[in-house]
């Protein structure tokens, strides 16, 4: 099954290509890709077997991720959005479940959300907030209980596919307990506002708007049936929040050194030493990058949560960031002013790689993350700010 993912990203990836300069130009949605996403099946990538999904692991959501975004890196990472709601609810094993505290009738909830997914419902991830980006601690919005269920307020920024996604992962603090963070999944309709407020300098298509909320959802829309489990679930799958983006920027990476070698073997540079040497370093730089994710995918599949495991998260969401801003600054550089014009694959690839530093973790502070873990200290504690 997940090797026929792999196939049909292979095999979408020119589709996506085709249509991105449009919608980078626009700043528009990408619904046809996602028609094509849905169609494919690919939304059930990361739901378990058992109900109707791929059951693939984290190493297969990555090869497939990179792949999507060697034809539209904004595409990609709307998707590993979906991903990694579908993929830690998925995650959650009957042993986590039970140490969680999770009740029988949240299980079945989370069941009827990927079941849903396995069928075409994609989902959004509502984290990020204005003057606290995706620091769960800090996050002013909030919710209560209500009859029935449960009041959510507030507002997120960054909300990628914000008025295009069948649902949101909604992370909220609580009013009677600040220190309690909480998950829902709100599905899309009334109570949810849309402010369009992107208009950035890459990823122009993920229409990460604001997203307004003041909606009552039932009991059975808390994640995992327990209040305060949002940063729990942060600390035991790192994954999700950090390196699932390393493997988007890889494929942009990747897309940019193709699209170089295309646009100086048809302008008749390719004999130049100089521009040689430039594919060449950055061929081996995203290689090197590839390989670290990679190998952070491997070690979460084999032992996620593990200390060394999480070293290898955070290495490969630093690696792929920085790697993918400056292989595509190279190439654009080794291409020359014609491939700056608006419109040329290049100057769309290198805005879209310069925002792989930036996604949380940034890479300044996965950097920090390592160092303190270098230094011997607890990286997840020993920091003037809260990780999350």
Not at 42 to 54: C, I, K, Q, R, S
Not at 75 to 97: D, I, P, Q, R, W
Not at 214 to 229: F, I, K, N, W
């Amino acid at each position: 099954m997940t090797q026929h993912a792999l196939e049909a990203a292979r095999r979408l990836a020119p589709r996506l290509a085709a249509r991105a300069a449009e919608h980078d130009r626009d700043g528009s949605f990408p619904v046809a890709d996602f028609r094509d996403l849905r169609e494919a099946g690919l939304f059930g990538l990361m739901v378990p077997t058992a109900l109707g999904g791929m059951g693939a692991t984290f190493a297969e959501y990555a090869a497939v991720a990179t792949e999507l975004a060697r034809g539209n890196g904004a595409t990609a990472l709307v998707f590993n959005m979906h991903a990694s709601v579908t993929g830690a609810l998925g995650a959650v094993t009957e042993e986590l479940a039970e140490a969680l505290g999770v009740p029988d009738e949240a299980l079945a909830a989370r069941d009827r959300l990927l079941t849903a997914a396995a069928g075409g419902a994609w989902y959004a991830v509502a984290m990020s907030e204005r003057g606290t980006g995706a620091r769960l601690s800090q996050l002013s919005t909030g919710y209560e209980p209500v009859d029935g269920g449960w009041h959510l307020k507030g507002s997120k920024t960054f909300c990628s596919g914000a008025g295009h996604a069948d649902g949101y992962l909604v992370a909220a603090r609580s009013a009677a307990d600040q220190s309690v963070v909480s998950q829902f999944l709100v599905p899309a309709g009334a109570g949810l506002t849309v402010e369009p407020t992107w208009d950035s300098l890459g990823m122009r298509a993920t229409s990460s708007h604001d997203l307004h909320l003041d909606v009552t959802v039932p009991a059975d829309r808390l994640l995992g049936g327990v209040e305060g489990l949002a940063l729990v679930i942060a600390q035991l799958m790192p994954h999700w929040l950090v390196a699932s983006y390393a493997a988007v920027y890889v494929g942009v990476a990747r897309a940019a050194v193709e699209s170089a070698a295309e646009h100086l073997n048809a302008r008749g540079l390719a004999g130049l030493p100089a521009v040689r040497s430039r594919l060449g370093r950055a061929d081996a730089a995203v290689a090197a990058a590839q390989l670290v994710v990679a190998e952070a995918a491997r070690r979460v599949d084999e032992a996620p949560g593990d200390a060394e495991t999480n070293r290898w998260v955070w290495r490969a969401k630093l690696l792929a960031g920085t790697t993918a801003a400056d292989v595509a600054a190279s190439m654009l550089e080794a291409a020359g002013t014609s491939a700056t014009r608006r419109g040329h694959p290049l100057e769309r690839l290198y805005r879209d790689a310069r925002c792989g530093s930036l996604h949380p973790a940034t890479s300044d502070v996965c950097a920090d993350w390592l160092g303190v873990a270098a230094l011997g200290g607890d990286p997840d504690r020993d920091a003037t700010v809260p990780r999350w």
